[in-house]
């Protein structure tokens, strides 16, 4: 089976003037292509910096990321910004939606951003909220969906671009119980189906424990919890 990321001697350290924060002191890590990762810890162990640098929004101190065979670590800006919009989809906690567009407008906004004409994306947008169940909500705006509702938005979004992974920082921790579950149906119902490979950062236990593989981190390390 594939890898889509190799994590080897990952280190982020931040400074604060004199201060110096290790928050990723050593990560070691295998993502494999089609199944689902979960990254679980405590609050503030580190998750979202280490799905920041999956995800090229930020970079390592030390160590090296490899990404389908590329080092992230020796890409320009100029590169990390066409892979990630081609190749990596993001969901996050709060969603990010714009509140000025609709759901079918916000989940065509990764193919506009690559220079394609709206008339283009348009069936596009609509085959994907009709697949995550918003087939009748596509010009409603933000404010007039629901948690869920918004959430079901962002993970077509994150799918627009047919992304080779999916990058997920607590996609249900903003959700009650039930639309929770929804959301995690739907996230396994699409790699399942459609063979997506996740990685989901996560405080809920429940979630990991679903996971093919689950990875903890401790400490600033990974620590593998199992490896289906």
Same mark, same amino acid.
């Given at each position: ?117 709206? %008339? ?25 969906? %629901? ?58 236990? %429940? ?22």
């Amino acid at each position: 089976m594939d890898d889509i990321y190799i994590c080897t001697h990952v280190k982020r350290v931040y400074r604060t003037g004199p201060q110096i924060v290790e928050v990723l002191k050593d990560v070691n890590m295998t993502v494999r292509k089609g199944l689902i990762t979960a990254v679980s810890g405590v609050s503030g162990a580190g998750k979202t910096t280490l799905l920041n640098l999956l995800g090229t929004l930020d970079r390592p101190t030390g160590g090296s990321i490899q990404f389908r065979d590329k080092d992230l670590t020796r890409l320009d800006g100029r590169t990390l910004n066409r892979l990630r919009n081609a190749e990596m989809g993001f969901v996050f906690q709060f969603y990010h939606l714009l509140p000025e567009l609709t759901a079918f407008e916000n989940v065509m906004l990764p193919g506009l951003v690559r220079g394609q004409k709206r %008339s283009a994306l348009a069936e596009r947008a609509t085959k994907l909220l009709d697949q995550v169940g918003l087939g009748e909500r596509l010009h409603h705006k933000s404010a007039e969906l %629901s948690g869920g509702e918004q959430q079901r938005v962002a993970i077509a979004r994150a799918l627009f671009n047919e992304p080779q992974v999916v990058l997920a920082d607590e996609p249900t921790g903003n959700l009650d119980e039930s639309t929770s579950k929804d959301v995690r149906e739907l996230i396994w119902h699409l790699n399942r189906d459609r063979g997506i490979t996740f990685v989901i950062v996560t405080h809920e236990e %429940s979630m990991a424990r679903q996971a093919d593989a689950w990875l903890r981190l401790v400490d600033g390390r990974i620590e593998e919890v199992y490896n289906k």
